[in-house]
C-alpha cells in the first residue's frame, strides 16, 4: 500500500516537473545530467535529448562555445569552471543569477543532496530584472533631481552640503586640504529691476556656465542662494584657490551677457570670498563662516574683488 503510495506521488511530481516553468534539472555524482524538464534544457538552447547524458561541464562549455545559452562572464572557461566546481564542492546549497543570451534571467538554486544527487532549480525573474532596473534608473533620476537647482542645471545647497561634509571628512581621513569659494553676484537686484526677473534668470544661467567654464572636472560648483554660489576646489591651497578665483572674476567681468532680444549686452561683475580648509574646521559652516567674511569685506571694499581670508 505505501509502495504504491510512492509510486503515485513520484508519478505526480513527475507530471508537475513536466509542466512547472521552473527550469529543472538533476545531475549524478559525476555531475552528469540524469534528468531535465525541456525548460531547463531550453536555458541552454538545447533539446531535452541533446542535454541528457552531458556533464555540467560539457553542457556549460556549449554555452561558451558557441555563446548560445547561458552568457558566461569570462574569457577563460577553464578557470571560471574551476572555481565554479570549487565553489560546488564547498557548499550544498547556493543561489545565484543566470542570464541567457537572449536576455531572459533566471534565479537559480543548486542543492546537493544526501545523495550526492545535485538538484537544479530555477525560476525566471527577467520582468523582475526588468522593474528593478527601471527603479533604479528612476532612483538615479530622482537623485540628480533632488540635487540639482532648476535654474541653472549645477549642483544646488542640499549637495553642497553633502559634498562638503565628505570633503572635510576625507581631509580629516588623509590630512589634506580643500579651498572654498564663495561668489556673490554685484548689485544684481538691478538687473532685475531693470530688465525684470526673467533677464534675471538668463544673466545667473550665462554667469554660472562661465564660472563652470574655469573649473576642473574635480571641482565642484553649487548654487547655494539665490544669486549665491559656492565651489569646492579639492586639494587645492589657498594661493592657487586666489588665483582660480580671479580668473573666475576677470572671466565673467570681460563678459559680454546679452539681456534681450534686441541684443543687448551687459557686463556683470562678482565678489568672491576665498578660504582654505583648516585642521579646526569641523563642519563646512566653520569654513563657510571666514569665505562669508571675506566675501562681505569685498562688498564693503568696494565689490568685483576677490579676498582670502
Ligand atoms: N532673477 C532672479 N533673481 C533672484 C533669484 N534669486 C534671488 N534673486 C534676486 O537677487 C537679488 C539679490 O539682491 P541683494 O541681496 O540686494 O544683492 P545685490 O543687489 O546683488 O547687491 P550686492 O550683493 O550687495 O552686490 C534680489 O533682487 C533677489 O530677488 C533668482 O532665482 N532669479
Redesign the pocket.
Known amino acids: 500500500m505505501a509502495e504504491e503510495l510512492d509510486q503515485v506521488i513520484a508519478n505526480a511530481l513527475r507530471e508537475v516537473l513536466e509542466v512547472t516553468p521552473n527550469a529543472i534539472g538533476i545531475f549524478d555524482q559525476s555531475l552528469t545530467l540524469i534528468y531535465c524538464n525541456d525548460v531547463l534544457a531550453g536555458l541552454f538552447c538545447m533539446t531535452r535529448a541533446e542535454a541528457l547524458g552531458k556533464t555540467q561541464e560539457e553542457i556549460l562549455k556549449r554555452s561558451f562555445d558557441t555563446s548560445e545559452g547561458i552568457n558566461i562572464a569570462s574569457d577563460d572557461f577553464d578557470s571560471w569552471y574551476q572555481e565554479l566546481n570549487c565553489n560546488q564542492q564547498q557548499t550544498h546549497f547556493n543561489q545565484f543569477e543566470a542570464d541567457t543570451t537572449e536576455g531572459v534571467v533566471f534565479k537559480m538554486t543548486r542543492m546537493t543532496l544526501d545523495s550526492g544527487l545535485m538538484v537544479m532549480l530555477g525560476t525566471e525573474i527577467t520582468e523582475l530584472k526588468q522593474v528593478q532596473s527601471s527603479l533604479e534608473l528612476a532612483l538615479t533620476k530622482l537623485e540628480l533631481l533632488a540635487n540639482t537647482d532648476q535654474?541653472t542645471g549645477v549642483y544646488n545647497r542640499r549637495y553642497f552640503e553633502d559634498i562638503a561634509r565628505k570633503e572635510i571628512d576625507r581631509c580629516i581621513r588623509y590630512q589634506q586640504t580643500f579651498s572654498l569659494l564663495l561668489i556673490?553676484?554685484?548689485?544684481?537686484?538691478?538687473?532685475?529691476?531693470h530688465f525684470g526677473?526673467?533677464i534675471?534668470?538668463e544673466?545667473?544661467i550665462h554667469v554660472t556656465s562661465i564660472c563652470q567654464r574655469q573649473l576642473r572636472l574635480t571641482d565642484t560648483l553649487c548654487r547655494i542662494?539665490?544669486?549665491e554660489f559656492a565651489i569646492i576646489l579639492p586639494s587645492t591651497e589657498a594661493s592657487d584657490a586666489l588665483q582660480i578665483a580671479e580668473r573666475i572674476r576677470e572671466s565673467v567681468n570681460q563678459a559680454n551677457i546679452p539681456v534681450d532680444e534686441h541684443q543687448t549686452n551687459i557686463t556683470m561683475s562678482i565678489?568672491i570670498g576665498v578660504t582654505e580648509y583648516k585642521r579646526h574646521d569641523m563642519a563646512i559652516s566653520d569654513t563657510l563662516i571666514r569665505a562669508d567674511k571675506a566675501l562681505y569685506r569685498v562688498?564693503e571694499n568696494g565689490?568685483n574683488s576677490c579676498l582670502l581670508i
Not at 553676484?185 to 538687473?191: E, G
Open positions: 535654474l556673490d553676484l554685484d548689485h544684481f537686484k538691478n538687473i532685475n529691476d526677473h526673467h534675471g534668470d544673466v545667473l542662494g539665490g544669486e565678489s562688498k565689490r
